[in-house]
Structure formats: C-alpha cells, structure tokens
C-alpha cells in the first residue's frame, strides 16, 4: 500500500525555537494533511493542503504542498510549550481519495 | 464546526467479554466513518470502514468477527469489540469525514483506551 515516510521521528527543541517537519511519498498525493495528538487524545487537524505548491498558514504553522506533489513540510515557528505532541502528516493518493495514509508522526518536545 | 464524540474514553473490562464504543458526528452528517487502532508511539491503523445502512469494510488481518461495527445512522457508528483478550488492548480511534468531495479531511474522536484484564 501507500507509504509515507515522516521525519525526524522526534525534536527536541527550546521554546521560541522554530520547527520543521517533512514527510514525503514515492507516489503522487492528491491532498496532504497535518494533524496533531496529544496523548490520550484522537489527531486534530492543523492544516488541509488541496494543490500542488499551495502554502497555507493556521497562526504560527505553516505548510506547504510540494510542487511535486510528492511531499509536504509543516513549520512551527516561536514554539511554545502547548506546542508539545506527535504531529501526524496524512494523505489521500491518486488512487484511493477514500482511505488516508498516515505517516509515523514525528514526536515534538519543548523545553521551557 | 465537524466534532465527533467517542465513547466511553476508557474502559477496562474481563478477558472474554465483549466491549462496544460508541462514535457520533454531533454537527454534521457522515455516510462513512473509520475505525483506526494506534499502539504505544506508533501511528494510527486503519482497522475498518464504517458504511450507513450497509457492511463494514475491514481491512487485511482485521477479524470481522471479533471486531463488529455497526452503523445504524447517519450520526453513529458501533464498535464492538468480542469476547475480548489481553492482546485487544489498545487506543481505539473512530473518524468521520464531512463528506464535502475527494479529499475531504478526516476529523477524529478523542479515542478509547481499552484495557484487557
């Protein structure tokens, strides 16, 4: 099936520190999404992506729709301590706009 | 705007019985809905697809049989975990989509955590 391969695995960071975050794919994604979790929780979406090179911001995260449709990065910038969770990229590929494949999600700790 | 409520948030039950969660789209309608299950510091698995009025879909390696889902309505989806093992337990996560086209977001339940005894 459909991988994505999510990286770094975990940050550990300062607070007002700025982040970033990738996850690529050997296939084409037709629409890329970022959620977050905290623990005990269920994901909650930060950011949708519809199209190729689309940049879109939701206060001090950011993210972009690779040109190439083959990858995505989400940027935090002036981390704060709520910051803290796993951040989960997800897509729906060419072939299946039903079922979302996740990545493994990158575990974010920051330091006060 | 699309809250999906999930319950119980725990629940510890005896080897051997069963155990249903419950999934609700509270502000919107959902045709399909999904039932994920994450282990400790991994990422979601996709366990099986909700359909209103029709079977569930089920994934590779998911037992139909022990993990029942049921969705009855346009707001609520059944999980019904049978005659539950040590090995059942985990953080089960339901998701609904606003079905607004292809693509459309996936928006999750706060999940169950299940403990087998």
């Known amino acids: 099936g459909q991988q994505l391969n999510q990286s770094p695995q975990s940050m550990f960071i300062q607070e007002g520190e700025d982040v970033s975050m990738n996850c690529t794919s050997s296939s084409i994604f037709n629409t890329w999404l970022w959620y977050k979790q905290d623990p005990g929780e269920g994901p909650v979406l930060l950011i949708a992506?519809?199209?190729?090179?689309e940049l879109t911001s939701n206060g001090r995260l950011t993210a972009q729709f690779g040109i190439t449709r083959k990858d995505s990065f989400l940027n935090i910038s002036a981390s704060i301590p709520s910051d803290v969770g796993i951040y989960f990229c997800a897509g729906y590929s060419g072939g299946s706009n039903y079922k979302l494949t996740f990545g493994k999600g990158t575990l974010l700790t920051v330091n006060p | 705007g699309a809250v999906v409520s999930q319950h119980p948030s725990w629940v510890i039950c005896k080897s051997g019985t069963s155990v249903k969660i419950e999934c609700r789209s509270l502000?919107?309608?959902?045709?399909?809905m999904f039932w994920y299950r994450q282990f400790p510091k991994q990422s979601l698995m996709l366990m099986a697809t909700s359909n209103e009025g029709s079977k569930a879909t089920y994934e590779q390696g998911v037992e139909k049989d022990k993990f029942l889902i049921n969705h009855a309505s346009l707001t609520l989806s059944t999980l019904t975990v049978t005659s539950a093992h040590p090995e059942d337990s985990s953080f089960y996560i339901c998701?609904?989509?606003?079905?607004?086209?292809?693509?459309?977001?996936?928006?999750f339940g706060n999940g169950t955590r299940l403990t087998v005894t």
């Open positions: 502000d919107f309608q959902a045709t399909t």
């Open positions: 992506l519809y199209k190729a090179g």
């Open positions: 998701s609904a989509r606003t079905d607004r086209g292809p693509g459309s977001p996936l928006h």
